[in-house]
């Protein structure tokens, strides 16, 4: 696991915070790695009673990464019946000798790391690509590009940039990882690839995408239902529910999703709403915003 995924090699080498759990000290079979890019299940195996233990160790909203030796073993160690997989990929990148130019009236500003990039526009940030952590002459990087300026391959020239950075900087080995249903991240990916991707497994109680058009209508509104039935248990859910119901695309269960978090007194921010992609098509309805003045007088102080 730790050769597939930078941030469980950081927190074993004392480069990162985190904490690791194991069933037996002397000789575990089984341990919950907790790192700076979510959590992990690692082992060689595991028993129902380690399972059950495992799961009330973890939280309802945990991003667990499965070691593929425990995939068949893992349904039972997680901490809600809600949870869904989440097919993923690590890419290993390299330089390569496409020229990547910056735009006229554009400006590439380096991090203060030497490594990262960040597109200007005078002041406006358009974009940036930066390591998500560093562990000896290893890196794994991730790239952001403003929804307005999307498709003009800004994404392409930042991750070249980065990657030239890298190499100057001894950092060897880069890695990309990304949800399996990303078509965009693994189109830009396979630009600067050395191989075929490493397929990985995570369980969440989440969208298994990232973007508008990542999923099929049928796949969204089969996590609509699924968790719009577990937000009977879980009220939280809600919040995924109403994602799902707007891919679909149907306003009126996302509304009614919606309504259902705020008027249960969910603990989540109004940016958490506003702000998610998926409810792009939802933020100008009048519904909506209604929703959203009624969760911030619900977390406005007191007076």
């Known amino acids: 696991m730790a050769e597939v995924h930078g941030s469980v090699a950081a927190v074993i080498a004392g480069t990162a915070e985190g904490?690791?759990?194991?069933?037996a000290f002397d000789a575990p079979n089984v341990a919950v790695l907790e790192g700076p890019e979510g959590t992990y299940l690692l082992g060689t195996s595991l028993d129902p009673a380690a399972a059950a233990e495992i799961a009330d160790l973890l939280d309802d909203w945990v991003y667990l990464h499965v070691d593929p030796r425990l995939v068949s073993a893992a349904p039972a160690a997680l901490p809600n019946a809600f949870m869904v997989g989440?097919?993923?990929?690590?890419?290993?990148?390299?330089?390569?000798?496409?020229?990547?130019?910056v735009p006229s009236g554009l400006t590439l500003v380096t991090d203060a790391d030497?490594?990262?990039?960040?597109?200007?526009?005078g002041a406006h940030e358009l974009g940036h690509c930066r390591p998500d952590l560093i562990v000896g002459d290893r890196i794994e990087i991730g790239v952001w590009v403003h929804?307005?300026?999307?498709?003009?391959?800004?994404?392409?020239?930042l991750v070249a940039r980065v990657l030239d950075a890298a190499?100057?900087?001894g950092m060897t080995n880069v890695g990309w990882h990304c949800h399996a249903s990303n078509r965009g991240?693994?189109?830009?990916?396979?630009?600067?690839?050395?191989?075929?991707?490493?397929?990985?497994?995570?369980?969440?109680?989440?969208?298994?995408?990232?973007n508008v058009g990542d999923l099929t209508a049928r796949q969204c509104r089969k996590l609509?239902?699924?968790?719009?039935?577990?937000?009977?248990?879980?009220?939280?859910l809600a919040f995924h529910a109403a994602c799902a119901w707007a891919l679909v695309p149907d306003p009126e269960r996302a509304l009614s999703a919606v309504d259902r978090l705020v008027d249960g007194e969910w603990q989540g921010e109004p940016?958490?709403?506003?702000?998610?992609?998926a409810m792009a098509d939802l933020r100008h309805t009048p519904r909506f915003e209604a929703a959203l003045a009624r969760l911030r007088m619900q977390k406005a102080p007191p007076g």
């Open 19 to 23: 904490g690791i759990w194991v069933d």
């Open 86 to 101: 989440h097919p993923r990929l690590l890419f290993r990148l390299a330089p390569c000798a496409e020229g990547a130019p």
């Open 114 to 121: 030497g490594i990262g990039q960040t597109l200007m526009d």
């Open 147 to 157: 929804p307005d300026h999307r498709r003009q391959d800004l994404a392409r020239l």
């Open 167 to 169: 190499k100057a900087a």
């Open 185 to 210: 991240s693994i189109a830009l990916a396979r630009r600067f690839a050395l191989g075929p991707p490493v397929e990985t497994l995570a369980y969440s109680a989440s969208l298994p995408a990232e």
């Open 224 to 236: 609509a239902e699924h968790f719009d039935a577990g937000a009977s248990q879980i009220g939280w």
């Open 271 to 277: 940016d958490w709403l506003a702000g998610h992609w």
